[in-house]
Nanobody, 124 residues
Framework: QVQLVESGGGLVQAGGSLRLSCTASGRPISSLNMGWFRQAPGKEREFVAAIRWNGDSTVSADSVKGRFTISRDNAKNTVYLQLDSLKPEDTAVYYC?????????????????WGQGTQVTVSS
């Protein structure tokens, strides 16, 4: 069993930055594919970014390309999501997810473990 805990959310002005962290316990993340998803009020949860277990491949949603960066530190059992040039439409609860085997990194149905989420609010 894997437990995921997100942190780093908060209130920021448009154009600002945040760094979200997701720390895992119960299993080394070095063997896990890790993803970030978000859910805005009244909307379905959507894919943001993901990284393969070996770090060789990352993918991100078109809406965040060039602004958000996913990375991992296996020694700290933590995955990060750097959020830059934030926009009000980035306001959402951000969730971390993990899976041992994933064919399509952007498909949330393929992830086995989920965190409780962290709120990101971007003011205009």
């Amino acid at each position: 069993q894997v437990q995921l805990v997100e942190s780093g959310g908060g209130l920021v002005q448009a154009g600002g930055s945040l760094r979200l962290s997701c720390t895992a316990s119960g299993r080394p993340i070095s063997s896990l594919n890790m993803g970030w998803f978000r859910q805005a009020p009244g909307k379905e949860r959507e894919f943001v970014a993901a990284i393969r277990w070996n770090g060789d491949s990352t993918v991100s949603a078109d809406s965040v390309k060039g602004r958000f960066t996913i990375s991992r530190d296996n020694a700290k059992n933590t995955v990060y999501l750097q959020l830059d040039s934030l926009k009000p439409e980035d306001t959402a609860v951000y969730y971390c997810a993990a899976a041992a085997r994933v064919w399509h990194l952007s498909r949330q149905t393929e992830y086995d473990y989920w965190g409780q989420g962290t709120q990101v609010t971007v003011s205009s």
